[in-house]
């Protein structure tokens, strides 16, 4: 699978007609050479793996018929597609060690479309017969089938110890220190999604008399990955943005293993303690701030007691549920990508306008990035919608609301009492007007 692409005699004097020579004026008034080197064929060879980081159409011509093709014929495509980009990522890697672009097409080798099941190629008949019939996505049967791909281990092995590798020799190299963890947090990204693609594969029933099993189960499943993310806090305690790693590991693990929510915050609240020896660190300090709001929101997460949350909208005022005591409050929980829960803003807003001075309040919190803050503010503005919105997965967010309270469907609308209490889960569409009459009090 890995061949190293050579360097021919006309690529090597492509290569040295493309050093130019420049003049530099001296401080004393002479001249001296400055050389910059340029590769034309790296830079075209860049630009190829860089318009594959969207998925999936490599192939148009078979791509066309990827929607009707049966299960074991969308993973073979997958396959075809994946490995042809490793192949392209891995021969740029190799052959231009000093290029400009090295760090992007690193980034790539461990990106999620870069990333070959490694199907074998011969399947014994019986086998394929079974996985030929196409499997709605995520059933109990699909999972069955995933389960059942025969694998090449030996060329995944290969693979896998290529990608040390190549990390090892960055982590050695002169790179920004920032760089070097960006290049940790992918290929620890990297491995998390192989082992979620096991355990998704599991069939977990995790209530009833089998919940204490399963718990324990998910604790020694993540633990590696736990331990991992404690040698990168401690080796880059240096790095603020090391909180904003933490808190996506932290939600990323929980979103399967809710129960490890509250274990893992106390944990890094405690290794990021001041008294340790590098507690007055940057990311110490900016973690176990996070450590803090997180366990202090989760303490709130029971419908005995008032839900508290404490943020910075993204027009900059300051919320504070606590502040909004004896008020009906709305939490808009949304996503960009969610339809349903865009058009229901002009509905909610109306209800806004006629009842704000009432004591009815909305708060909206989006499921998106800095990345998606232009779209976040396109739709706000075109829906009309004037409540304060808080980017949730922001670079600023101490909290990852939707992470923390495992908001995985949307729309998801709470509706909170005057005492602070989530009184409904579901406070939308035509139950919404009667809902906010009701907990206000202006209706008998």
Request: hydrophobic letters at 35%; a neutral charge; aromatic letters at 12%.
């Amino acid at each position: 699978m890995y061949v190293k692409i050579n360097v021919t005699t006309l690529g090597a004097l492509m290569a040295l007609l493309s050093i130019s020579c420049s003049k530099e004026i001296k401080p004393d008034g002479g001249e001296q050479k400055k050389v910059t080197v340029t590769n034309p064929q790296a830079e075209r060879d860049f630009k190829e793996i860089d318009s594959l980081k969207a998925y999936f159409c490599d192939y148009p011509e078979e791509c066309e018929h990827y929607g009707k093709s049966t299960f074991l014929e969308k993973r073979r495509f997958e396959e075809k597609v994946y490995r042809n980009r490793v192949r392209l990522a891995q021969n740029f890697l190799d052959s231009y060690p000093d290029d400009p672009h090295y760090f992007e097409v690193l980034k790539f080798f461990f990106n999620l479309n870069f990333e070959p099941r490694f199907l074998v190629e011969n399947i014994p008949d019986n086998l394929a017969g079974f996985l030929s019939k196409e499997i709605q996505y995520g059933t109990t049967e699909y999972y069955k089938r995933l389960r059942s791909l025969p694998i090449d281990t030996e060329a995944q092995r290969k693979w896998l110890d290529k990608g040390y590798g190549l990390v090892t020799e960055y982590l050695q190299s002169d790179a920004p220190l920032e760089k070097k963890l960006e290049i940790e947090i992918a290929v620890q990204a990297r491995d998390f999604r192989l082992a979620l693609e096991q355990y998704k594969s599991l069939e977990i029933r995790k209530n009833g008399i089998e919940k204490h099993y399963w718990e324990q189960f998910d604790k020694h499943y993540w633990e590696s990955f736990r331990l991992r993310m404690c040698h990168l806090v401690e080796k880059y305690s240096e790095l603020e943005i090391m909180a904003n790693y933490v808190t996506q590991f932290i939600g990323l693990v929980t979103k399967f293993s809710p129960n490890l929510a509250k274990p893992y915050w106390e944990g890094f609240l405690q290794m990021t303690d001041g008294s340790q020896s590098l507690g007055g660190s940057k990311g110490f300090k900016a973690i176990h701030k996070m450590a803090m709001e997180n366990l202090k929101a989760l303490d709130s997460f029971d419908d005995t007691k008032p839900l508290e949350m404490a943020f910075t909208s993204m027009d900059g005022t300051r919320i504070d549920l606590a502040d909004m005591r004896g008020k009906v409050v709305l939490l808009d929980f949304w996503s960009i990508r969610c339809p349903p829960c865009i058009r229901e803003m002009p509905h909610v807003q109306a209800m806004y306008e006629k009842y704000r001075e009432h004591g009815f309040e909305v708060i909206g919190l989006a499921a998106n990035g800095d990345d998606d803050k232009t779209r976040v503010i396109d739709i706000i503005t075109k829906q009309g919608a004037t409540w304060p919105q808080y980017l949730d997965k922001g670079r600023n967010a101490m909290v990852s609301y939707h992470s923390l309270y495992q908001i995985n469907s949307y729309p998801t609308v709470w509706l909170l009492n005057k005492d602070g209490l989530i009184v409904d889960r579901n406070a939308r569409g035509r139950r919404l007007e009667p809902l906010i009459r009701k907990y206000l009090g202006l209706d008998p």
